[in-house]
């Protein structure tokens, strides 16, 4: 594959365009603190909506959904397709209450939340493990896509094209701050989309496939296309399709899909307006994730089972690519080799820019923990607007530059994915709790959080070397729920909980309800102590319904679509009639959703 005039024209277009942004956005990012890291809290919903669904649309997606499907086949996206659940959670309930909270960052929660020096403690080490480490490791997995992406399509070396894209993004996420990267993901986005669908309609149409009804019937392929497991296959059902619908959307952390919102996710959520757009940015995300992108991916997966059906005809056709990298994730980017000249300039923008909108967002949310929740926290706390700035600026550069060493490290996409499913093992359900339980405490998340990492330790770099029984990444999965679960609810009943001042502060400041804070507003009652909005009712129930019916109008029309991909025009009817109704259903129940 070689690419020509026309294709780096578009490429370096897109590479100046990006830059021209971050120029362009540089002198308002450069004001202040909530200027350079909440783009001053003033976004509209829908330009949150697409940044969300931008950043998760990384340019390993494409190729860990080729991972699964290849291995797996199109259930096999349960994984991930399961953390809708998650999604729709955060849109009903958290969403509103995360920009009600009016702070910074969310680990700024943990000092609302609880007091002392745990809390402090708490929001100090999370700022470093998440904000430095856990940061690193997803940019490092998202770097590793590119670099495999860089190998086929441009003949470049790991290093390279790595340093070369990094620069790029670091120059614009520095000066624009998250405004800059939030109007650049805008036009990522659409680039991306365009590249993607692009990419699957021209090589669906490919001499070795001919079209979608040969692609299904082919041998390599028929066995793949279910959209559920194989209900006769114990472990597959379990594995699959039980294990991410039962356990693993409650209970694990993960960067995009954190139960009760989080992480980037976050940010967004407080850069909106209102809470209102809070909600339809969350919302808009989830749809556009889950119902819009998979299927060009899917399409592409498939017929690259067609093409390179396993590891060695992927070798044989790249003989001068370092075999290391040669996974199953590599079929995707191998696949784009076969497009033509002019759109293949298209697609590669794509794809570097699904990698850029990724990494700007990790590195400007990474700075800012690091800078709100580190720096200013414990280290110069009488720290200038401008300062901070300065400070958030630099931490970006050298998050920059650390993730480049750690992405050589890394061997394939669906590896990363499954380290940071375990590290994230069994601390959800506090996530989702500590806003409606009062007596979940610091202790509580910080036991959390050790026990996960020290069982993701454990199965990935122990376990392997002991003469104890081989455990599939589902019984992994279960056993560090279990025990991260158990560990932090024995915690907290053995420690005492937070003080009722600093809990009837949170309560005024969140109003969230429920007969989780009875026992507060009796003592706070007792005390004298006012509770504003105390008989204005509880909305969660309403909320959890606007839940099931916004999972089943998003899983409807994600099947409803594939149905129609696939030909299966009844169900794919039906489907869509599901999709209708459940979405009627859903605006009446929003309208009922308390709101300020």
């Given at each position: 594959m070689v690419l020509n005039t026309s294709d780096w024209i578009i490429i370096f277009s897109f590479f100046l365009l990006s830059l021209l942004i971050g120029i362009y956005t540089s002198k308002k990012a450069g004001k202040n603190y909530a200027e350079f890291f909440l783009s001053g809290r003033n976004m509209p919903w829908w330009l949150l909506?697409?940044?969300?669904?931008?950043?998760?649309?990384?340019?390993?997606?494409?190729?860990?959904?080729?991972?699964?499907?290849?291995?797996?086949?199109?259930?096999?996206?349960?994984?991930?397709?399961?953390?809708?659940?998650?999604g729709m959670l955060t849109v009903f309930i958290y969403a509103k209450l995360w920009r009600r909270?009016?702070?910074?960052?969310?680990?700024?929660?943990?000092?609302?939340?609880?007091?002392?020096?745990?809390?402090?403690?708490?929001?100090?080490?999370?700022?470093?493990?998440?904000?430095?480490?856990?940061?690193?490791?997803?940019?490092?997995?998202?770097?590793?896509?590119?670099?495999?992406?860089?190998?086929?399509?441009?003949?470049?070396?790991?290093?390279?094209?790595?340093?070369?894209?990094?620069?790029i993004t670091a120059v614009y996420s520095t000066l624009g701050g998250l405004r800059g990267i939030v109007l650049t993901d805008f036009f990522q986005f659409l680039i991306s989309m365009v590249g993607a669908v692009g990419a699957a309609l021209i090589l669906l149409n490919m001499p070795e496939i001919g079209n979608m009804q040969s692609l299904i019937s082919h041998p390599e392929v028929s066995g793949k296309i279910s959209l559920l497991p194989d209900f006769s296959d114990t472990n597959s059902l379990i594995l699959l399709f039980i294990l991410p619908l039962a356990v693993q959307w409650w209970s694990v952390w993960y960067p995009g899909a954190e139960p009760g919102g989080g992480g980037y996710i976050a940010q967004r959520m407080l850069s909106a307006r209102t809470e209102k757009g809070a909600m339809g940015a969350t919302f808009f995300f989830n749809a556009a994730h889950y119902a819009l992108r998979p299927w060009p991916w899917i399409i592409v997966a498939l017929a690259s089972l067609v093409v390179f059906p396993d590891l060695a005809s992927l070798e044989a056709a790249f003989p001068n690519t370092d075999p290391d990298l040669i996974r199953h994730d590599f079929a995707y980017p191998a696949m784009l080799s076969f497009l033509p000249n002019g759109f293949l300039g298209i697609v590669v923008a794509s794809l570097i820019a699904a990698f850029m909108s990724t990494i700007s967002t990790h590195l400007n949310w990474g700075s800012s923990y690091l800078v709100n929740d580190f720096y200013k926290r414990f280290v110069k706390p009488e720290a200038s607007q401008k300062e901070l700035v300065f400070a958030g600026r630099i931490s970006t550069v050298l998050l920059m530059i650390i993730t480049v060493m750690v992405a050589l490290l890394l061997r394939n996409a669906l590896q990363a994915f499954n380290i940071l499913l375990q590290i994230g093992a069994g601390t959800g359900l506090i996530f989702i709790l500590r806003w409606f339980w009062w007596r979940i405490n610091a202790y509580s998340e910080i036991t959390a959080m050790v026990v996960s990492f020290l069982i993701a330790v454990y199965f990935q770099f122990v376990h392997p070397y002991t003469n104890l029984p081989a455990l599939g990444t589902g019984m992994q999965l279960v056993i560090g729920v279990g025990i991260t679960t158990a560990a932090w609810l024995l915690v907290t009943f053995l420690t005492a909980p937070e003080n009722t001042k600093t809990l009837v502060a949170f309560y005024n400041l969140v109003f969230p309800g429920g007969p989780g804070w009875k026992r507060i507003l009796i003592a706070a009652e007792n005390e004298g102590i006012p509770i504003e909005e105390k008989k204005k009712g509880w909305d969660v129930p309403h909320g959890i319904l606007a839940m099931v019916l916004g999972c089943f109008a998003i899983y409807s029309a994600l099947f409803a679509t594939g149905n129609w991909i696939y030909g299966k025009y009844q169900l794919a009817a039906i489907l869509s009639v599901i999709f209708v109704i459940s979405t009627y259903l859903l605006t009446k129940t929003w309208s009922k959703l308390k709101i300020r």
């Open positions: 909506g697409v940044s969300m669904v931008a950043t998760t649309f990384s340019c390993d997606t494409p190729n860990l959904v080729t991972d699964i499907v290849r291995q797996n086949g199109v259930a096999g996206n349960w994984a991930w397709w399961a953390f809708l659940l998650t909270s009016g702070i910074n960052t969310d680990l700024e929660f943990y000092e609302i939340r609880y007091s002392g020096k745990m809390a402090a403690f708490l929001r100090g080490f999370r700022s470093v493990y998440l904000g430095f480490f856990f940061n690193i490791l997803v940019m490092a997995s998202v770097s590793l896509a590119l670099t495999k992406i860089g190998a086929v399509m441009l003949g470049w070396p790991a290093a390279q094209t790595l340093i070369i894209a990094m620069l």
